[in-house]
């Protein structure tokens, strides 16, 4: 099935895993808050639904802490625009000025590892011990 949308974003889905899209035009959505792998040059790259939780961890963060977790490097912008991508560029650090659970913490970052494949997925994300501790009912 091939998808069009108002971006000029063409999504290849394969009806039978829905969790599973191959991006056919990189380079659309707010940096600040896309995951490294949608940074590749590699036409045939693969986006998953972790690019989403990459999201998550970004929000999450910047809900907390009032800034984004990796916008405040000044040379960010710089290594996406030169392909500079790697997990050095990546690395969370927590202001200290701001008391987190230890839990909270790992859910970000388990949300923002920069291996796509030691990111959590939807359900190891909802699993968490920080998720599994939220109260919604009061």
Known sequence: MKLNNDYNLNL????????FVELTSQGVGTYSYLAPECFSTDRH???????????????????????KPFLNDINFHKNIFNKNLN????????P?????????????????????NERYDINQAFNNKFIQNVDLHN
Do not use: H, R
């Open 96 to 116: 200290v000025d701001i008391n987190i659970s230890d839990d909270c913490k790992d859910f970000i970052n388990n949300c923002l590892k920069f291996n796509v």
């Open 45 to 67: 790259i693969s986006i998953t639904t972790k690019v989403d939780i990459w999201s998550i961890g970004i929000i999450l963060y910047e809900m907390i802490f009032n800034k």
């Open 12 to 19: 290849n889905v394969t009806e039978t895993n829905l969790d």
């Open 87 to 94: 997990a050095e560029n990546y690395i969370v650090e927590y």
